[in-house]
């Protein structure tokens, strides 16, 4: 906390007691009235202020959770003018018991008007702040996007990919052409999606999902009966928007450094959950983690990159081992 929030506290809560206590109050006060009255509701507006400011700190801020937090705050909001309306009370007996001028009904008011007003000033102070992060970061991931498009493009379309599917296609044309024409279809798709990444950094996770379905028909082709390959989806995760080809890249990555690699090949499961904060999209096939410098190419370098700037190091690409399987885990705020 720094000096602005310290000042805010001090002056906003000094000029509240006063115009609350002038209020209130019909006859007029002796200076130690004054301080016996002024002091106390300082010292317990402080600290309900640095405890709200200390549990709301916990919470994950963000534009589309203010509705959920805002919810809350009407719980701390009733607390805090009991808490206040108890301990000031009680601070003024304890001083002066004979004095009888403030009621208890009206220390729960000014708990009341207190705590809201520094609740409001609080959610509407992290919204503006929040709203310019927000810009920033895009503007910033934009100019990402648009000074490495080319590298991009390279990284997220292998070109061993390319190759492989226009020899699969290639081989098809003769003995199944239906087949040969839908897979060109496919590879086309794909093709004009990743060429549009710059336009659409963002993507919903159902449609990412469509063309991983598309490829993975492709690397079926190609490995025949050596790819197995298994979709468990929740549909709530369904709607949520994903960086542009990161499931992608994950995919391609298990098979290139996994099932590619096994002579009797392997499978791939793709599992997607969400939780109440943050979307779960995990890819497991069989094989074994290899060493971070040889496993982590261009291409997870390049995403890991883009989630960083996108939600600002809030998000997590994680890599383990379990039982013969690679465990690629993806980990991002739900927005």
């Known amino acids: 906390m720094n000096r602005l929030y310290w000042s805010a506290q001090i002056f906003g809560w000094l000029g509240f007691s006063v115009c609350m206590l002038l209020a209130i109050l ?85 708990g009341l008007l207190g705590t809201g007003i520094w609740l409001s000033l609080y959610f509407s102070i992290r919204t503006v702040k929040q709203f310019y992060v927000d810009l920033r970061t895009e503007a910033t991931v934009q100019n990402l996007i648009r000074s490495t498009e080319l590298d991009s493009l390279k990284s997220q379309l292998n070109p061993h990919f390319l190759f492989n599917s226009l020899n699969s296609i290639k081989a098809l044309v003769r003995i199944d052409p239906p087949l040969a024409q839908k897979s060109i279809i496919q590879l086309s798709d794909i093709l004009r999606k990743s060429l549009t990444i710059s336009e659409t950094p963002m993507i919903q996770l159902m449609d990412e999902l469509l063309m991983m379905q598309q490829y993975l028909d492709l690397e079926k082709i190609r490995f025949d009966k050596r790819l197995t390959y298994h979709f468990k989806l929740e549909n709530q995760s369904l709607n949520f928007r994903i960086p542009s080809m990161s499931l992608y890249l994950l995919v391609e990555n298990a098979i290139k450094h996994g099932v590619s690699k096994l002579r009797k090949g392997g499978e791939l499961f793709i599992h997607t959950r969400s939780e109440e904060t943050h979307l779960y999209i995990i890819v497991r096939n069989t094989g074994v983690l290899e060493k971070k410098d040889n496993f982590y190419g261009t291409s997870l370098k390049n995403l890991e990159r883009r989630l960083n700037h996108m939600y600002n190091g809030k998000a997590k690409l994680l890599f383990s081992e379990q039982e013969g399987m690679v465990i690629a885990t993806l980990c991002i705020p739900i927005e």
């Open 26 to 110: 019909q006859s007029p006060l002796t200076i130690w009235e004054w301080m016996m009255l002024v002091i106390p509701f300082n010292i317990i507006g402080h600290a309900i202020g640095y405890a709200l400011y200390s549990i709301l700190a916990k919470f994950q801020f963000s534009l589309h959770l203010l509705n959920r937090n805002i919810k809350y705050s009407f719980g701390f909001l009733l607390a805090s003018a009991l808490l206040f309306s108890l301990a000031y009370k009680g601070c003024i007996t304890l001083i002066h018991p004979s004095f009888d001028s403030i009621t208890w009904i009206q220390t729960s008011v000014i």
